[in-house]
């Protein structure tokens, strides 16, 4: 079955770049979703279809995918970007939604 | 605005069943595909079943498959998640999820979550 990974954890300072990666096999070839998570909160989409931002997310917020390799991106970090993001994969060959097991970001 | 109202968690004992709802009041669901996704307390996301926008196109995860089941009234805009043989993996909160189109597009709504606890 397809397999999504994510690092654990991140740290950043804030005003600095924050990159989360998920890495899946040929990853490149699907639509990647990025999703963000706060303590006690619903995850809410912040990147779709690898690149693009919902209505309300900040430019500071960017994605990429290609190769095995999907990108999180999150400039000029600020306190209230601390979280738990998710990636998440449709997968074609099972017909099965796959998440990545998560990056909780920490803003030192 | 889309409000999704979930109702139907608690305490059920292994081996037991539970009927999750999930009712949206503000944009007609119909034309949305529809999913339940869970939540270990501390743990990652995981997806566990799929619909498509009539209800004819449903999707399992391996772990529920052949124990849970994923349905929908239209007529009544409401999301629902039969839960049988229920185990103590499946204590988690089960959000119900609006996909922004078919069943295969993004999410872009979820409820609030609704914490179902299997324990004797």
């Known amino acids: 079955s397809y397999e999504l990974t994510q690092s654990p954890s991140v740290s950043v300072a804030p005003g600095k770049t924050a990159t989360i990666t998920c890495g899946g096999n040929n990853i490149g070839s699907k639509s990647v979703h990025w999703y963000q998570q706060k303590p006690g909160q619903a995850p809410v989409v912040v990147i779709y279809y690898d690149s693009d931002r919902p209505s309300g997310i900040p430019e500071r917020i960017s994605g990429s995918n290609s190769g095995n390799t999907a990108t999180l991106s999150i400039s000029r970090v600020e306190a209230g970007d601390e979280a738990d993001y998710y990636c998440?994969?449709?997968?074609?060959?099972?017909?099965?939604?796959?998440f990545g097991g998560g990056t909780k970001l920490t803003v030192l | 605005e889309v409000q999704l109202s979930q109702s139907g968690g608690g305490l059920v004992q292994p081996g037991g069943s539970l009927k999750l709802s999930c009712a949206e009041s503000g944009v007609n669901l119909r034309a949305s595909g529809m999913s339940w996704v869970r939540q270990a307390p501390g743990k990652g996301l995981e997806w566990v079943s799929t619909t498509s926008p009539s209800g004819s196109i449903t999707y399992y995860a391996d772990s529920v498959k052949g124990r849970f089941t994923i349905s929908r009234d239209n007529s009544k805009n409401s999301l629902y998640l039969q839960m049988s043989r229920l185990r103590a993996g499946d204590t988690a909160f089960y959000y119900c999820?609006?996909?922004?189109?078919?069943?295969?597009?993004?999410?872009?709504?979820w409820g609030r979550g609704t914490l179902v606890t299997v324990s004797s």
């Open positions: 998440q994969v449709w997968d074609r060959d099972t017909d099965h939604w796959i």
């Open positions: 999820v609006k996909h922004a189109t078919t069943e295969t597009s993004p999410s872009d709504f």
